[in-house]
Protein backbone atom coordinates (compact mmCIF):
# COMPACT_ATOMS: atom_id res chain seq x y z
CA UNK A 1 0.00 0.00 0.00
CA UNK A 2 2.48 1.92 0.66
CA UNK A 3 4.34 1.42 -2.60
CA UNK A 4 0.92 2.53 -4.15
CA UNK A 5 0.82 5.72 -2.29
CA UNK A 6 4.04 7.36 -3.22
CA UNK A 7 3.57 6.11 -6.52
CA UNK A 8 -0.11 7.86 -6.69
CA UNK A 9 1.75 10.82 -5.16
CA UNK A 10 4.57 11.14 -7.55
CA UNK A 11 2.22 11.06 -10.40
CA UNK A 12 -0.31 13.17 -9.08
CA UNK A 13 2.99 15.98 -8.31
CA UNK A 14 3.80 16.29 -11.98
CA UNK A 15 0.16 16.01 -13.93
CA UNK A 16 -0.80 18.65 -11.65
CA UNK A 17 2.11 21.09 -12.63
CA UNK A 18 1.13 20.01 -16.23
CA UNK A 19 -2.24 20.57 -16.14
CA UNK A 20 -1.70 24.02 -14.20
CA UNK A 21 0.84 25.61 -16.67
CA UNK A 22 -0.81 24.19 -19.93
CA UNK A 23 -3.24 26.01 -22.29
CA UNK A 24 -6.54 25.58 -20.66
CA UNK A 25 -9.05 23.44 -22.06
CA UNK A 26 -6.80 21.63 -24.80
CA UNK A 27 -5.62 18.02 -24.64
CA UNK A 28 -3.15 18.19 -23.05
CA UNK A 29 -4.82 20.18 -20.25
CA UNK A 30 -7.78 17.95 -19.64
CA UNK A 31 -5.60 14.55 -19.99
CA UNK A 32 -3.32 15.93 -17.53
CA UNK A 33 -6.65 16.59 -15.23
CA UNK A 34 -7.65 13.76 -15.00
CA UNK A 35 -4.61 12.12 -14.69
CA UNK A 36 -4.01 14.31 -11.38
CA UNK A 37 -7.80 13.24 -10.09
CA UNK A 38 -6.81 9.75 -10.40
CA UNK A 39 -3.92 9.76 -8.94
CA UNK A 40 -5.01 12.24 -6.39
CA UNK A 41 -7.67 9.49 -4.96
CA UNK A 42 -5.65 6.43 -5.23
CA UNK A 43 -2.48 8.44 -2.84
CA UNK A 44 -4.82 10.12 -0.51
CA UNK A 45 -7.17 7.00 -0.44
CA UNK A 46 -4.22 4.54 0.66
CA UNK A 47 -2.89 7.56 2.70
CA UNK A 48 -5.66 8.18 4.95
CA UNK A 49 -6.01 3.81 5.26
CA UNK A 50 -2.74 3.81 6.20
CA UNK A 51 -3.22 6.69 8.75
CA UNK A 52 -6.14 5.63 10.28
CA UNK A 53 -4.99 1.91 11.10
CA UNK A 54 -2.10 3.54 12.61
CA UNK A 55 -4.55 5.90 14.24
CA UNK A 56 -3.30 9.21 13.10
CA UNK A 57 -6.19 11.68 13.34
CA UNK A 58 -4.78 14.54 11.89
CA UNK A 59 -3.58 12.44 8.51
CA UNK A 60 -6.52 10.51 7.96
CA UNK A 61 -8.57 14.32 7.94
CA UNK A 62 -6.58 15.47 5.27
CA UNK A 63 -6.35 12.65 3.54
CA UNK A 64 -10.18 12.78 3.67
CA UNK A 65 -10.41 16.23 2.56
CA UNK A 66 -8.33 15.89 -0.46
CA UNK A 67 -10.35 13.15 -1.53
CA UNK A 68 -13.29 15.80 -1.22
CA UNK A 69 -11.71 18.44 -3.48
CA UNK A 70 -10.48 16.59 -6.41
CA UNK A 71 -14.02 14.90 -6.46
CA UNK A 72 -16.17 17.77 -6.06
CA UNK A 73 -13.65 19.83 -8.83
CA UNK A 74 -14.14 17.40 -11.40
CA UNK A 75 -17.99 16.64 -10.42
CA UNK A 76 -17.93 20.74 -10.96
CA UNK A 77 -17.30 20.34 -14.68
CA UNK A 78 -17.44 16.80 -15.92
CA UNK A 79 -20.21 14.63 -14.70
CA UNK A 80 -19.69 10.84 -14.76
CA UNK A 81 -22.99 8.95 -16.47
CA UNK A 82 -25.41 8.26 -13.74
CA UNK A 83 -24.68 11.05 -11.40
CA UNK A 84 -26.99 12.10 -9.12
CA UNK A 85 -27.97 15.51 -6.74
CA UNK A 86 -27.77 12.96 -3.83
CA UNK A 87 -24.14 12.02 -4.63
CA UNK A 88 -23.08 16.14 -4.48
CA UNK A 89 -25.35 16.18 -1.23
CA UNK A 90 -23.44 12.94 0.03
CA UNK A 91 -20.02 14.44 -0.71
CA UNK A 92 -21.41 18.39 1.87
CA UNK A 93 -22.20 16.21 4.20
CA UNK A 94 -18.90 14.76 4.24
CA UNK A 95 -17.35 18.08 3.76
CA UNK A 96 -19.07 19.47 6.48
CA UNK A 97 -18.96 16.77 9.34
CA UNK A 98 -14.83 16.01 8.95
CA UNK A 99 -14.95 19.75 9.00
CA UNK A 100 -16.74 19.81 12.69
CA UNK A 101 -13.90 17.25 13.91
CA UNK A 102 -11.10 18.79 12.60
CA UNK A 103 -12.29 21.96 14.24
CA UNK A 104 -13.16 19.87 17.50
CA UNK A 105 -9.49 18.38 17.19
CA UNK A 106 -7.71 21.49 16.88
CA UNK A 107 -9.26 22.75 20.48
CA UNK A 108 -8.41 20.27 21.99
CA UNK A 109 -4.97 20.11 20.31
CA UNK A 110 -5.13 24.01 21.95
CA UNK A 111 -5.78 21.98 25.22
CA UNK A 112 -3.10 19.65 25.72
CA UNK A 113 0.01 20.22 27.61
CA UNK A 114 2.03 20.40 24.21
CA UNK A 115 -0.18 21.77 22.11
CA UNK A 116 0.36 18.79 20.07
CA UNK A 117 -2.02 16.42 18.47
CA UNK A 118 -0.80 13.27 16.35
CA UNK A 119 2.40 15.23 16.39
CA UNK A 120 0.43 17.89 15.27
CA UNK A 121 -0.14 21.43 16.52
CA UNK A 122 -3.58 23.20 16.49
CA UNK A 123 -2.88 25.03 13.13
CA UNK A 124 -3.40 22.00 9.93
CA UNK A 125 -6.55 21.53 11.84
CA UNK A 126 -8.41 24.43 12.13
CA UNK A 127 -7.07 25.58 8.45
CA UNK A 128 -8.67 21.98 7.25
CA UNK A 129 -11.69 23.24 9.33
CA UNK A 130 -12.39 26.64 8.23
CA UNK A 131 -11.65 25.54 4.72
CA UNK A 132 -13.75 22.29 4.81
CA UNK A 133 -16.68 24.81 6.14
CA UNK A 134 -16.46 27.34 3.52
CA UNK A 135 -16.73 24.48 0.71
CA UNK A 136 -19.47 22.77 2.05
CA UNK A 137 -21.29 26.19 2.08
CA UNK A 138 -20.37 26.50 -1.60
CA UNK A 139 -21.83 23.09 -1.82
CA UNK A 140 -25.18 24.23 -0.29
CA UNK A 141 -25.33 27.10 -2.80
CA UNK A 142 -24.22 25.05 -5.44
CA UNK A 143 -27.18 22.61 -4.79
CA UNK A 144 -29.80 25.74 -4.46
CA UNK A 145 -28.68 27.32 -7.64
CA UNK A 146 -29.21 24.03 -9.55
CA UNK A 147 -26.93 24.04 -11.83
CA UNK A 148 -23.63 26.60 -12.20
CA UNK A 149 -22.09 27.68 -15.26
CA UNK A 150 -19.87 30.30 -16.13
CA UNK A 151 -17.37 32.11 -13.52
CA UNK A 152 -19.26 30.36 -10.70
CA UNK A 153 -18.58 26.81 -12.39
CA UNK A 154 -14.65 27.73 -13.02
CA UNK A 155 -13.74 29.48 -9.92
CA UNK A 156 -15.44 26.29 -7.92
CA UNK A 157 -13.46 24.12 -10.00
CA UNK A 158 -10.29 26.27 -10.27
CA UNK A 159 -9.79 26.62 -6.25
CA UNK A 160 -10.47 23.33 -5.75
CA UNK A 161 -8.16 21.62 -7.43
CA UNK A 162 -5.50 24.09 -6.95
CA UNK A 163 -6.00 23.30 -3.30
CA UNK A 164 -5.81 19.82 -3.86
CA UNK A 165 -2.94 20.53 -5.73
CA UNK A 166 -1.27 22.68 -2.93
CA UNK A 167 -1.60 19.85 -0.16
CA UNK A 168 -0.03 17.34 -2.59
CA UNK A 169 3.11 20.05 -3.27
CA UNK A 170 3.32 20.73 0.43
CA UNK A 171 3.19 17.57 1.44
CA UNK A 172 5.79 16.16 -0.98
CA UNK A 173 8.52 19.29 -1.26
CA UNK A 174 7.92 20.42 2.47
CA UNK A 175 6.45 17.24 4.19
CA UNK A 176 8.90 14.48 2.53
CA UNK A 177 12.13 16.86 2.20
CA UNK A 178 14.49 14.09 3.28
CA UNK A 179 13.75 12.27 0.20
CA UNK A 180 15.15 15.16 -1.89
CA UNK A 181 18.65 15.61 -3.09
CA UNK A 182 20.81 17.35 -0.56
CA UNK A 183 21.70 20.30 -2.70
CA UNK A 184 17.98 21.65 -2.85
CA UNK A 185 16.66 20.61 0.17
CA UNK A 186 16.54 24.04 1.56
CA UNK A 187 13.62 25.55 2.49
CA UNK A 188 13.38 28.62 0.76
CA UNK A 189 13.75 26.59 -2.37
CA UNK A 190 11.52 23.74 -1.54
CA UNK A 191 8.43 26.31 -0.68
CA UNK A 192 9.06 27.77 -4.79
CA UNK A 193 6.78 24.71 -5.68
CA UNK A 194 4.23 25.07 -3.31
CA UNK A 195 3.57 28.82 -2.73
CA UNK A 196 4.06 28.64 -6.78
CA UNK A 197 0.30 26.65 -6.48
CA UNK A 198 -1.26 29.48 -4.85
CA UNK A 199 0.57 32.52 -6.99
CA UNK A 200 -0.83 30.68 -10.42
CA UNK A 201 -4.28 29.64 -8.57
CA UNK A 202 -4.98 33.30 -7.58
CA UNK A 203 -3.73 34.52 -11.11
CA UNK A 204 -6.52 32.37 -12.96
CA UNK A 205 -9.05 33.64 -10.04
CA UNK A 206 -7.99 37.06 -11.31
CA UNK A 207 -8.28 36.31 -15.06
CA UNK A 208 -11.77 34.56 -14.43
CA UNK A 209 -13.25 36.92 -11.47
CA UNK A 210 -12.33 40.37 -12.72
CA UNK A 211 -11.71 40.53 -16.89
CA UNK A 212 -15.20 39.66 -17.37
CA UNK A 213 -14.09 38.59 -20.75
CA UNK A 214 -11.02 36.55 -21.51
CA UNK A 215 -11.19 36.86 -25.20
CA UNK A 216 -9.65 39.79 -25.17
CA UNK A 217 -6.19 38.71 -23.36
CA UNK A 218 -2.92 38.73 -25.18
CA UNK A 219 -2.14 34.68 -25.63
CA UNK A 220 -5.37 33.34 -25.51
CA UNK A 221 -6.12 30.67 -27.92
CA UNK A 222 -9.29 28.78 -28.87
CA UNK A 223 -9.53 25.79 -26.36
CA UNK A 224 -8.11 28.40 -23.62
CA UNK A 225 -11.21 30.51 -24.90
CA UNK A 226 -13.43 27.73 -25.31
CA UNK A 227 -12.69 26.79 -21.33
CA UNK A 228 -13.37 30.10 -19.74
CA UNK A 229 -16.26 30.82 -21.76
CA UNK A 230 -18.28 27.38 -21.70
CA UNK A 231 -16.72 26.02 -18.52
CA UNK A 232 -15.20 22.85 -20.36
CA UNK A 233 -12.44 20.99 -18.40
Known sequence: MRAIHIIGGSLAIIAGYVAMYSTKGATVHRKSGLLFVGAMLVMASTGGLMAALGGNEGSTIGAVMTCYFVATALTTVRRPAGWSPRF???????ALSTSVTSLSLGFATLATPTHRWDGLPPFPFFMFGIVGLLAA???????????????????????????????A?????????????????????????????FATMFYWLWRIRFRRSLRNLVG??????????????
Open 137 to 167: AGDFRALRAGSLRGVPRLTRHLWRMCWAMWI
Open 88 to 94: DVGLMVL
Open 169 to 197: AGSFFLGQAKVLPEPIRKPALLALPVLAV
Open 220 to 233: VGAPERSFAVDGAD
